[in-house]
């Protein structure tokens, strides 16, 4: 079965630090994103990757940066983290567009961050 | 640029009454258009999915979706809800742009099944 682990659930950290939210896919998916959900606003795209090494800024990239390393990780991190970061992150991924380009995203269950 | 509105935020409906979760967007070209369930304290899962042929699309849990190119909406329906259906739900579709899908989400629907 399909499967996206973001293994941090509900991590707390302080305003300053640099933080690293993990996402793996068993799926050998080559396209992973990073969205923040935030109420009332749905879900927002911050960065995307579609294979190794690569990665595209999504809608709102700032104070964010990322990471592929390997094609089941991509991590996203928080430069400096501040307050307003607080937020759930949602990871995804799904095979390339192309001749499959109607299979969905298949979501981790979230990591639920706060910054103090 | 590619939309979507859910024009409801919230939904209260009592157990065994029919819903409806409106959902429209705005696009210039072909979609591929997508409900989403995200239950409390989970990831979001895919509901159904409307990608080309017929525009009435069902899911194995009861809901249905209809496409309706003309009024460029994607409803979501379901004849009669259980209190196991409470959870937000995300309407969004799909912009291809270069070799990945990316998807516009609405900003979602909270719906709460009372007893």
New interface residues.
């Given amino acids: 079965d399909v499967k996206v682990t973001q293994s941090s659930r509900y991590p707390v950290k302080r305003t300053g630090e640099k933080v690293f939210l993990e996402c793996v896919q068993d799926m050998d998916h080559e396209n992973m994103f990073w969205y923040r959900q935030d109420p009332g606003l749905g879900l927002r795209l911050i960065y995307f990757s579609y294979d190794v090494k690569m990665k595209e800024k999504g809608d709102i990239p700032e104070g964010y940066s990322v990471s592929r390393e390997k094609k089941e990780r991509f991590s996203l991190i928080l430069e400096s983290a501040s307050t307003n970061q607080t937020s759930m992150y949602l990871c995804a991924s799904s095979p390339p567009a192309g001749r499959r380009s109607n299979q969905p995203q298949h979501f981790g269950d979230g990591t639920r961050l706060s910054i103090l | 640029a590619q939309s ?1 509105t ?1 024009l409801d ?1 919230q939904v209260p409906v009592f157990e065994e009454a029919p819903v409806e979760l409106r959902c429209n967007y705005s696009s210039s070209v072909s979609v ?1 258009l ?1 409900w ?1 369930v995200q239950y409390p ?6 509901l159904l ?1 409307y ?1 080309s042929g017929s525009t009435l699309v069902e899911s194995i849990n009861g809901f249905e979706a209809e496409f309706n190119k003309s009024q460029t909406s994607f409803h979501l329906r379901k004849p009669s809800v259980h209190i196991s259906d409470t959870a937000e739900y ?1 309407c969004a579709v ?1 912009l ?1 742009s ?6 516009i ?4 629907t909270r719906l709460a099944v009372h007893p």
């Fill in positions: 979507v859910q935020s591929y997508f989403y304290n989970q990831g979001l899962q895919l999915k990608l995300f799909s291809l270069g070799g990945y899908n990316k998807l989400f609405g900003a979602g």
